[in-house]
């Protein structure tokens, strides 16, 4: 059975920056689509972003394109969470997540199969 672990949270300082990890525990190229989600006290868990098996494709909301980006290194079976810009609403626990899947539906918390324990990120001064 796949096993991710996430690291890399921590506190960060309004308009700083935070690049969370995801370890997968196989290799996961070409057959798993990963996705990042965060959830928040008392919020619904956030869909942030994914990327496609090849790492060719990614996918991200409105609410953080252009500040976060994906990245994968298929050697190290890992995909790289990098955050700029933080605001204070980026605080939550974040969590990377695996799916034999690509499509529309990436976006859906439901659909993954495989889920790390979390890291916290608090962005505040």
């Known amino acids: 059975q796949l096993q991710v672990v996430e690291s890399g949270g921590g506190l960060v300082q309004p308009g700083g920056s935070l690049r969370l990890s995801c370890a997968a525990s196989?290799?996961?190229?070409?057959?798993?689509?990963m996705g990042w989600f965060r959830q928040a006290p008392g919020k619904e868990r956030e869909f942030v972003g994914a990327i496609s098996g090849r790492g060719d494709t990614t996918y991200y909301p409105d609410s953080v394109k252009g500040r976060f980006t994906l990245s994968r290194d298929s050697a190290k079976n890992t995909v790289d969470l990098q955050m700029n810009s933080l605001k204070p609403e980026d605080t939550a626990v974040y969590y990377c997540?695996?799916?034999?899947?690509w499509g529309v539906g990436v976006t859906m918390s439901g659909l993954y199969e495989y889920w790390g324990q979390g890291t916290q990120v608090t962005v505040s001064s």
């Open positions: 997540a695996a799916v034999r899947f």
């Open positions: 196989e290799r996961t190229v070409s057959t798993y689509a």
